[in-house]
């Protein structure tokens, strides 16, 4: 009986593990959907689409995990996909923006740097309920690996996107790949280190509340 007992939890704990791992791929998959054909949808399908990962990603986590996400980080999500859907609508590609070539150099540092801030709270959120307490720079640098390991995969969806569908308007040049990426680094720095500073603010105001 007493075995019994102690067995539940810890097929509970298993039970949620797996759960953890399912929704990981969903969402991987889901948000890999997404980009892969991401320029050549309609903007209201892209939105309805982006809108369903959203309530997915928030509902799972607030009532699986019992954990809220802050709205600015539901907001950073939402525009790290609308920097690219507005991007296509009001047709910037191609163009001059700002000090920058073009405004795919933009988009790239905007929206890697958005959903960079979303895997920073995952990772703090996530560690700090698990009883870890990591510094912010080790919150940061793991932050950052994350984020630009995604940044990668997008460029490997873009390529499949070229080989598969055969549009060849993604890749526009032989350097093109590491263009993308080098604003994708500078962006995923900026936001995290933005996150990371906002938190440490953050911290040290509620210590000195309950000091």
Known sequence: MMQDVA????NKWVYRQLEFYAFCAVSFAGKS????????????????YTCSLLVFFYVYFRIRQKLTAPPFVVFSL???????ILGNKIGLYGKPFGPLRDYDEFAHFAGSGFSAVAAY????????RMGFRLSGRLL???SISLAFTYCGWYE??????????????????WYDTANDLFYDFL?????????????????????????
Not at 7 to 10: C, E, K, Y
Not at 121 to 128: E, S
């Open 187 to 211: 962006g995923v720095i900026a936001f995290i280190t933005a996150a990371a500073s906002f938190f440490a603010l953050k911290d040290r105001g509620s210590e000195k509340r309950t000091g």
């Open 7 to 10: 067995t539940a939890p810890a």
């Open 33 to 48: 959907m997404l980009l892969i054909r991401l320029p050549y949808r309609e903007w209201q399908v892209n939105t309805l």
């Open 121 to 128: 709270w995952l990772l703090r959120a996530g560690t700090t």
């Open 156 to 173: 490997i969806l873009e390529l499949w996107d070229e080989l598969f569908y055969g549009d060849f308007t993604r890749i526009h040049t």
């Open 140 to 142: 940061a640098f793991l």
């Open 78 to 84: 939402a525009a790290a996909v609308a920097v690219d």
